[in-house]
């Protein structure tokens, strides 16, 4: 962050003000436009849909349980890449009505996929699962108490639903919703292949296209300032709100059994976004990789899986030992200081790639180049760039950019383990590192494997800091994705994408399996 704001402002007044007069309105209100609809879109999705498999019951209501997740293995890029396959005016839905009706390309209106309101769409259906999860789980610990009491005093299930459940259950709503809102503000991918231009977009395209580093620095440091802001205006909202659990005498209410018209409608509302986010892609993309000519066991394909898994795999494993060692601190010298560091590492998911990327390349480029020529005034050699370029920045940018996901798991394990287990181990004369090795960690093995494998995710389909920041020829599977897409050859950019989805899917099974433990 410090990076960004040093680059923004040594870039002057006069690039700034130039930004100011061009495209930063332009980014700044499309950004705010995106993120409504997708706010609007995600909380309408992922709540209604949780209230109505938790509340009621109809056929197949445990199917829709898990299968209201899944589409969470996609990233957004990808739907964008299958409905523009199937929607675009060349596409399968186009071209069949053209020939069924013979009319002319000018003879009809239909939708354009490729524009802000096609971009917030292919966002809503891959990121209302995060809403769903958390909402689903804050309406299964709500005493029924509160909402029979309304039922009681006159209000019908609509009001009581919008007057007492969903204010109790706002936190985590708010939280699912501010997860979709950052995702979205971070997202390239689907906003460039759509050609809606964002901060986001803006970023890449001054730092690459166009060469502006200080111009790419300053729309970071608005980016980044925005999405503070938003986590910052959520949580002082909320004032001085506080919610009180029933504790022991907590009552469960029982689901409401559907039958007739009721069951079918609950059954079409949740049939939709499954539908919509998962099977359709899934067909889409399926059938353009049988008419694509990329082979997965070509030397160039194992070489793009082998570096999004050698990736995935050490930016996973460092960023769950930092996890570790900053949950144990905190545990062991709880004050200020380690919630300080605890809350400070979790910013890193607030920012966006784009803006990390920016943040880390700036200071490393200016030690490289410092380095270069202190060596070459001292001892004649040229020691190139050693850090900018490498591996190993670009695992730094997926820790910071990734820490609260597995620090969240790690703390959700970790507040299992009893305060008396510590106690017992120390007495027993065990140091405290041999209590996290003897006693903590076999306890979380299945948070640490969840966090392990979230963030390996997550890694696999992160793409704008990838972009950026990657290795000359070390490309990606969503690097090669987004490259054939941006060249309209989208039958082969379904492979890596169909990769990509699969690999997508382990995290969302695991996290399905919790799903049905949960009741």
């Known amino acids: 962050m410090v990076a960004v704001a040093i680059a923004a402002l040594s870039g002057g007044a006069e690039t700034i003000t130039h930004l100011a007069r061009t495209v930063l ?49 996609f990233p957004a890029y990808v739907l964008a890449y299958a409905y523009t396959f199937l929607l675009d005016h060349p596409g399968i839905v186009q071209s069949t009505l053209r020939d069924v009706t013979g009319w002319g390309p000018r003879d009809y209106w239909f939708p354009e996929i490729r524009s802000l309101g096609g971009a917030a769409a292919m966002l809503v259906l891959v990121l209302y699962p995060y809403v769903y999860l958390l909402a689903r789980a804050a309406f299964l610990q709500q005493s029924a108490s509160a909402f029979l009491a309304a039922r009681a005093l006159g209000d019908n299930s609509w009001r009581a639903f919008w007057r007492v459940s ?36 803006g970023i890449y395209t001054s730092w690459f296209s166009i060469g502006d580093r200080s111009g790419a620095a300053q729309l970071a440091l608005c980016l980044l300032g925005f999405a503070l802001l938003l986590a910052v205006a959520e949580r002082a909202s909320r004032g001085k709100a506080r919610y009180h659990h029933a504790g ?23 049939c939709l976004p499954v539908v919509l986010g998962f099977v359709i892609p899934l067909v889409s993309l399926s059938l353009m990789g049988l008419q694509s000519e990329q082979d997965l066991l070509s030397r160039r394909y194992i070489a793009f899986l082998s570096n999004s898994v050698t990736l995935a795999s050490v930016a996973a494993g460092l960023t769950l030992v930092a996890a570790i060692c900053l949950g144990f601190y905190q545990r062991l010298r709880p004050g200020r200081t380690s919630s300080a560091a605890a809350y400070f590492s979790r910013l890193g998911y607030a920012v966006p790639g784009g803006v990390i990327a920016v943040g880390l390349m700036v200071p490393f480029a200016a030690f490289d180049n410092a380095l270069d020529a202190w060596m070459q005034a001292r001892f004649g050699l040229r020691t190139g760039l ?89 490309d990606t599977l969503a690097v090669q994705a987004h490259r054939l897409a941006a060249d309209e050859r989208l039958e082969g950019a379904a492979v890596p994408s169909l990769v990509i989805m699969a690999v997508g899917l382990l995290p969302v099974i695991l996290i399905c399996r919790q799903v049905g433990l949960r009741r």
């Open 25 to 73: 309105p332009r980014y700044a209100l499309t950004t705010l436009y995106l993120v409504a609809l997708v706010s609007v879109g995600t909380f309408a999705i992922g709540v209604g849909a949780a209230w109505i498999v938790t509340m009621t019951r109809f056929p197949g209501v445990r199917i829709f349980e898990i299968a209201l997740v899944l589409p969470l293995a």
């Open 166 to 201: 969903l204010p109790m259950a706002r936190p985590a709503v708010a939280s699912g919703v501010l997860l979709a809102v950052m995702e979205t503000i971070a997202d390239y991918g689907t906003v460039a292949y759509f050609g809606v231009q964002t901060f986001a977009t």
């Open 248 to 270: 022991k005498q907590q009552t469960t209410m029982p689901p409401t059994e559907l039958s007739g018209g009721r069951a079918v409608a609950a059954m079409v509302l949740c």
């Open 386 to 474: 050693l850090v900018t370029g490498s591996i190993w920045l670009l695992v730094m940018a997926y820790l910071v950019r990734f820490m609260a996901a597995a620090l969240g798991a790690y703390e959700g394990g970790q507040a299992t383990v009893h305060a008396n287990m510590d106690a017992a181990a120390r007495s027993l004369g065990q140091s405290p590192l041999g209590m996290l090795r003897r006693v903590h960690l076999p306890i979380l093995t299945p948070s640490l494997l969840t966090a392990l494998l979230i963030v390996f995710v997550d890694v696999m389909k992160e793409l704008p800091a990838t972009l950026i920041m990657r290795p000359f020829n070390f």
